[in-house]
């Protein structure tokens, strides 16, 4: 019998009968991992706790057949202080839906552990940052891990410095487009005969300071950054935009947590 001992990070549940539930650990070392709990949801369950949603323990995984079973666990952390707010707690499901997205079974992907830690430890404890910072923030981020990081350097055609004006970033293929260049590309009939998405989108100056500091700043630093609130609305549309496109799909999770902004 295989035996595994590794923190996790749950971040999907699913009932499976009156007590019992799989839930989908994130892990550093072994990424996505399902594991049968068998009694979970009693309270009567001494790894209830570990096995809630949100919740960070050391588990001790054995596998039988198909899924893994909870031979122990130790719990680390819950992230408690998402509970006492409905914005907070959508926001969290919405962080971890997404997360789920790009983990794989049996794939190694610390970075993604470890942004997805930060960010709902964000939620749960930095009352001081906007939660559309931390939203924000972590999309781009996720998109930039995840194999979709695009050119910032300057214009994707001429070259140029753009970070003194608005420009434009061209989604679809990761780059900036200078004012010039995207009057020359919305006039190249080549471009407008192409059939495949065409998703360009204003930024400003400090919008395109805060997607690169956001790319290039540190694991526990990516939410160090601050935009007032005209520029910082620019920086949802962008990094929703960009990571959503990429991936092809919305979340219901992220619908929800919009709603109970309103």
């Not at 057949?65 to 919405?94: G, P």
């Not at 971890?96 to 970075?111: G, H, L, S, T, V």
């Amino acid at each position: 019998m295989e035996e595994l001992e590794i923190d996790g990070l749950v971040v999907r549940e699913t009932a499976t009968g009156e007590a019992d539930k799989l839930i989908t650990l994130l892990t550093a070392e072994r990424g996505r991992i399902t594991v049968s709990g068998k009694g979970v949801s009693s309270m009567r369950s001494k790894y209830a706790a570990s096995a809630q949603m949100f919740a960070y323990s050391t588990f001790l995984l054995r596998r039988r057949t198909k899924y893994w079973y909870i031979a122990d666990a130790f719990f680390i952390d819950n992230f408690m202080e998402l509970r006492y707010d409905v914005e907070r707690l959508a926001l969290a499901n919405y962080l971890c839906d997404a997360a789920c997205e790009f983990a794989q079974e049996e794939i190694e992907n610390e970075p993604l552990m470890r942004l997805t830690l930060n960010a709902l430890w964000a939620a749960a404890n930095k009352k001081e940052i906007p939660l559309e910072r931390i939203r924000a923030a972590f999309e781009f981020r996720l998109a930039v891990q995840e194999g979709f990081m695009p050119d910032l350097s300057g214009c994707g055609i001429c070259g140029r410095d753009v970070s003194g004006e608005d420009s434009t970033l061209d989604v679809m293929n990761g780059r900036l487009l200078c004012k010039k260049c995207r009057t020359l590309l919305e006039n190249d009939p080549e471009y407008l005969a192409d059939e495949t998405a065409k998703i360009l989108i204003r930024v400003s100056p400090p919008v395109l300071a805060a997607l690169r500091f956001i790319e290039e700043a540190p694991q526990k630093k990516f939410l160090s950054f601050a935009l007032e609130r005209p520029e910082q609305s620019l920086l949802n549309v962008v990094c929703e935009r960009y990571l959503l496109n990429h991936i092809e799909h919305g979340f219901s999770s992220l619908e929800y947590y919009k709603k109970v902004r309103t």
